[in-house]
């Protein structure tokens, strides 16, 4: 079974301007996840899907950072105008059940190492 | 949301059983405990995870106290590539993860 496919796996960029992330989940799982994380932190959820409709995007900063997935399959994050402190690792993770699902377990991708100039 | 308590590091002898506590005292009757690791440079990987009795699987097995206060992950015969942290997380409704700074497990030959 092929596991979370995330790209790219490095971008450099310089403050203001703008990136995007894609991530391809593992087939057939219904939720999908954001994390940014920060050196030396643990991961912190930015954004959840279940398909195509955001189940929880409290800790998305929605003045500069977007997300979707259209047809509940594969997802982009985009972030515009970048700034210093959003230099980190975003890591998109899939799990095949529901929200309600106490036990369902996430699968993370490789993540997208962010340096922002 | 339930709250984590981690030993920051430890040491292992390579060979030797890795046992890794972590304190959850405000965990509720349906909320599970998940145990992630996060070699350097690749995203977190599952271990295991559990509700109230014990688990194993291939990688390592789960213990969890009656009380369901406190648990420990043991990794019967650590190897170098063991090395890494080791995230405990208790299961909050709606999915979500919450990651403390976990427990940076080194491994020694």
């Known amino acids: 079974e092929a596991g979370v496919a995330q790209s790219p796996r490095y971008k450099i960029i310089e403050k203001r301007q703008s990136v995007a992330f894609w991530c391809n989940p593992i087939s057939g799982h219904a939720t999908l996840y954001w994390y940014q994380q920060i050196l030396g932190q643990g991961p912190k959820l930015l954004i959840q899907f279940q398909n195509n409709g955001v189940v929880d995007d409290s800790q998305l900063p929605k003045d500069r950072f977007s997300a979707e997935r259209l047809k509940g399959v594969d997802s982009t994050l985009k972030i515009q105008p970048a700034k210093l402190e959003d230099s980190a690792v975003y890591l998109c993770?899939?799990?095949?059940?529901?929200?309600?699902?106490?036990?369902?377990?996430?699968?993370f991708g490789p993540g997208t190492r962010l340096t922002v100039l | 949301d339930a709250k984590t308590t981690q030993p920051p590091s430890m040491d292992c002898a390579e060979g030797r059983a890795a046992n890794l506590p972590c304190n959850h005292s405000t965990i509720s009757g349906n909320e599970y405990v998940y145990w992630y690791r996060q070699i350097h440079s690749q995203g977190p990987q599952y271990i295991i995870h559990g509700l109230k009795n014990n688990e194993t699987n291939e990688m390592a097995s789960l213990i969890i106290t009656e009380d369901r206060k406190s648990s420990t992950l043991i990794l019967p015969h650590a190897t170098l590539r063991d090395t890494a942290v080791y995230y405990c997380?208790?299961?909050?409704?709606?999915?979500?993860?919450?990651f403390g700074a976990g427990t940076i497990l080194r491994v020694k030959s």
């Open positions: 997380i208790v299961r909050v409704y709606g999915n979500k993860l919450v």
């Open positions: 993770a899939s799990s095949l059940g529901m929200v309600r699902d106490f036990g369902d377990t996430q699968y």
